[in-house]
């Protein structure tokens, strides 16, 4: 097999060859297309006529550099020419006076008056011809050098990644500690009930009384939910989404967007800005103030979930998009183990989902809604915890109105949650929504061909959002009269 290195100089090479071969033969037809242009224009001049200084021009008294200069135009100047003395001197007026100027730095075109009367193709006419063409011609060699820029800056791609990797695990290392204080302080008790110890009737209690007790907690920690959700759902989510569209403009996936072919890059590239960063992006940003104003009412977390590459790509990628780059359609993929439950999982430690990685990471915010701490769960749902395919807890969860397992794995040491789903209900669902992807392999962000799903714009998600949202309102209701 060819290295990929190798594959690469030699396609390079051969685009090389290809844009030069294009660029010679452009250039000579544009050459001649001047010069019929040019020659069009010098036979088709009637006397008088108007001449245009193409430079700084000196006006003298007699056809020749020898005579005195009596006076100047400036460029863009114009003076009246009655007529030619030879191949490179014409006669003037100038200041009312007849005087003499070079040919060589005047571009000739008819009278005002006269331009009207002339037959079909004026010097003018051709001229402002000439003009265009030679403005489109610059304007489509520098589309072409762009785009042979473009290609020599994509080696230098993964350096640029690992840079914005770094700056942003420098900046968010705060509020990843936020992120942290906000689960902790939302029910401060859980940490105590890692393991199940009273019986169910002392757990229905406790389950009760907690739940009133989120209450102060949950006002309490509005300021810090709200500048959680801001930091990771506006300016994490929309800074990474505007790099993976800036990739798709620059550096296409999809030949139907100029992928593998310059003339195509280049005749694509407004349209490759209107569809990434006028429209997805703009999507993009109602879609973080949207989830951001939803974080505020239903607490959401920063989780973590490992998976492989290619998994992690297919899940994340946008189905209005079809199928992804590897033919596969986006599916959160349920635990091999399901040791606390059937269902997809989160960790709230990076190296917990290390641990489950085959080489990506997914970082989520998760709403993770009504939450079952398996600690205080019935006796029997917490003891088929920690074996294969604990699908009692999976039930009772579902039946009960709990939508997440929170375990505390204790031959491993560490938290879990398990998002009871047996039918990938939550595939596309508004509680799980990808931030970004990170590569193991190369600690850099991972790159999404065309960009994440836009997880907001489904008539399921709307639903499901309003259904959460008045379940939430009844279980406040509830917990107000237990609690009088």
């Known amino acids: 097999m060819v290295p990929a290195q190798s594959v690469g100089e030699k396609r390079l090479m051969e685009w090389k060859i290809c844009v030069d071969s294009s660029i010679r033969r452009i250039a000579c037809l544009w050459g001649m297309l001047f010069l019929v242009a040019w020659a069009s224009v010098r036979a088709g001049v009637e006397w008088p006529c108007v001449g245009t200084a193409t430079a700084t021009l000196n006006v003298r008294s007699g056809p020749g550099t020898n005579y005195a200069r009596v006076g100047q135009l400036a460029r863009g100047e114009r003076v009246k020419v009655l007529g030619s003395v030879d191949a490179h001197w014409v006669l003037v007026e100038y200041r009312s006076q007849k005087r003499y100027a070079s040919s060589d730095y005047l571009r000739l075109s008819p009278m005002p008056e006269e331009g009207a009367r002339k037959s079909g193709g004026s010097s003018s006419l051709w001229w402002d011809i000439l003009e265009i063409g030679l403005a489109c011609f610059t304007i489509y060699i520098g589309l072409v050098i762009l785009y042979m820029v473009f290609n020599l800056l994509m080696r230098v791609y993964v350096v640029v990644a690992r840079c914005l990797t770094i700056v942003y695990n420098l900046v968010s290392f705060l509020f990843f500690i936020l992120n942290a204080l906000q689960r902790y302080l939302a029910k401060p008790w859980f940490v105590f009930f890692k393991k199940n110890r009273f019986d169910d009737q002392a757990n229905e209690t406790l389950r009760q009384v907690f739940e009133v007790l989120k209450v102060p907690f949950y006002v309490l920690l509005a300021p810090l939910r709200l500048a959680n959700a801001v930091f990771f759902n506006i300016l994490v989510h929309c800074t990474f989404e505007m790099f993976n569209y800036l990739m ?237």
């Open 248 to 484: 798709e403009v620059l550096f296409p996936t999809s030949s139907d967007e100029g992928e593998g072919s310059w003339w195509r890059w280049a005749l694509l590239l407004p349209w490759r800005v209107i569809k990434y960063f006028l429209w997805h992006g703009t999507l993009t940003l109602v879609e973080s103030v949207t989830w951001t104003l939803v974080d505020f009412v239903l607490p959401a977390q920063t989780l973590f979930h490992g998976t492989a590459y290619d998994a992690a790509d297919s899940i994340v990628a946008s189905p209005g998009r079809g199928l992804d780059r590897y033919g596969d359609i986006g599916v959160w993929m349920v635990g091999g183990g399901n040791y606390a439950g059937n269902g997809i999982y989160f960790a709230p430690a990076r190296s917990t989902a290390v641990h489950y990685s085959a080489g990506s990471m997914i970082v989520c915010r998760v709403t993770l809604g009504r939450t079952l701490d398996l600690g205080l769960a019935p006796r029997f749902v917490y003891e088929a915890c920690g074996h294969p395919d604990a699908l009692a807890a999976t039930d009772w969860g579902l039946k009960n109105g709990f939508v997440t397992g929170e375990w505390w794995r204790s031959d491993a040491g560490w938290w879990e949650y398990c998002m009871y789903d047996w039918q990938n209900r939550y595939n596309f669902s508004w509680r799980i929504r990808p931030l970004y992807v990170l590569s193991l392999e190369t600690g850099n962000i991972q790159r999404i061909p065309g960009g994440m799903c836009h997880w907001l714009f489904r008539r399921m998600v709307v639903g499901d959002i309003w259904v959460s949202l008045k379940g939430w309102m009844e279980r406040m209701k509830a917990i107000g009269k237990l609690g009088k």
